[in-house]
């Protein structure tokens, strides 16, 4: 692996001035359905917190005659595709005066690119997804960058179909139809995050299988804008382990932009693709809302979660965007079900965060949040 050249705008304002283009990869709209039933498993450790939630299941059993499924709800992210676009394209363009290329990347869904380029066909977007890939004990996940047009829809049904019956010959045959196209780029997301939680070594034993076995297809290892340093520095040290340029993903959700971007003089996606997948060539460079620690980000992306959005007709509350399945297979917003106003929980936690919010209160929970992280140099 040729050496990633990692930049951070807090110490050279120059870093993005030799470059033409910002790459933004890795975010996500309100067509990603975001797993909570992991919320739950935290929230009981926390006495007031696990008090007002299963008050809320007792409700949901009275009222329904049934126990609260988490595996059963999802929620999604506050913005729509063109503000997620508009946001990514604005950082780049405004803050690091570059011409900007977004990869919108929704949880094993493509609607948001595809309406994307019906609305901005000048500029064109690549359809794009992160795929949910099952891989022994738990799972990973997949960028899997600019689809053909023509095939993406056949692609990402193949894909979901791997998803709901995973195989060994599927995943391989899947990751080599892939990466025939070659305009298209191949991302492990996050590679060391154990979101099923089996485990810190039985998670990197998975990963290191998963290279072992299919790491020719898989183009690059993410550098997440959402997982600590010490967490991405791991990466980097896999990466040239097997071989793989390590590459940006903000990992997006609410309305910060992505806390990383590529930099290239690729005038178009094909190019940059190229670049990475021939040439494994990659810059990366880290903004300055990335040395606020995933801890207080992680506030502020409740915060936008949680907050409402007057002009998003039908999405304004939280709870018109948190949604769940019921028996029949029907989705169904929260708000359908809670009519009496927001829970004692959730009107806790609006109430503090609004408070953090507050500059002074800030500063504040900046230092009680604050992370050592020796970045480098």
């Not at 709901?164 to 892939?178: I, K, M, N, V, W």
């Not at 993903?249 to 309305?255: P, S, V």
């Not at 207080?296 to 007057?310: G, H, N």
């Not at 106003?341 to 503090?352: E, S, Y």
């Amino acid at each position: 692996m040729k050496s990633t050249p990692l930049s951070f705008l807090w110490n050279n304002a120059a870093a993005a001035r030799p470059f033409r283009t910002g790459v933004s990869l890795h975010s996500h709209t309100m067509h990603s359905q975001e797993d909570v039933s992991f919320l739950a498993k935290y929230a009981y450790r926390v006495p007031l917190v696990a008090q007002a939630v299963r008050h809320h299941e007792r409700m949901y059993h009275e009222e329904w005659g049934r126990e609260l499924d988490y595996s059963r709800v999802y929620w999604t992210p506050p913005l729509p595709p063109r503000e997620a676009l508009v946001l990514e394209r604005t950082q780049i363009e405004e803050r690091l005066g570059l011409t900007a290329l977004v990869s919108l990347t929704d949880h094993d869904e493509i609607e948001a690119c595809l309406q994307l380029q019906v609305i901005d066909g000048q500029r064109l977007v690549p359809v794009s997804t992160e795929w949910t890939v099952p891989f022994g004990p738990s799972f990973v996940h997949l960028g899997v960058h600019n689809l053909p047009h023509q095939h993406s829809r056949a692609l990402v049904a193949a894909m979901a179909e791997y998803t709901e019956r995973p195989t060994a010959r599927g995943l391989r045959d899947l990751l080599a139809a892939l990466h025939r196209h070659r305009e298209v780029l191949v991302v492990h997301n996050h590679p060391l995050w154990d979101e099923r939680g089996i485990g810190p070594a039985a998670h990197l034993e998975m990963v290191r299988t998963l290279l072992r076995e299919h790491g020719s297809h898989i183009h690059a290892l993410e550098l997440n804008g959402l997982r600590p340093w010490r967490e991405n520095r791991a990466v980097c040290a896999i990466a040239n382990e097997t071989g793989h340029p390590v590459i940006s993903g903000g990992d997006r959700h609410g309305c910060e932009p992505n806390a990383n971007v590529n930099l290239t003089n690729a005038a178009s996606f094909p190019e940059f693709v190229e670049e990475i997948r021939l040439d494994r060539v990659s810059e990366v460079l880290f903004l300055p809302q990335y040395r606020d620690g995933y801890r207080l980000r992680y506030v502020e992306t409740i915060w936008d979660l949680l907050r409402d959005y007057p002009e998003y007709r039908n999405r304004m509350r939280w709870s018109d965007r948190v949604f769940y399945r019921q028996q029949d297979g029907i989705d169904m917003p929260v708000s359908a079900f809670w009519k009496r106003g927001d829970p004692d929980v959730i009107r806790f936690f609006k109430a503090a965060i609004g408070l953090f919010r507050q500059p002074s209160v800030r500063s504040v929970l900046r230092l009680a949040l604050s992370e050592h992280q020796e970045f480098a140099r």
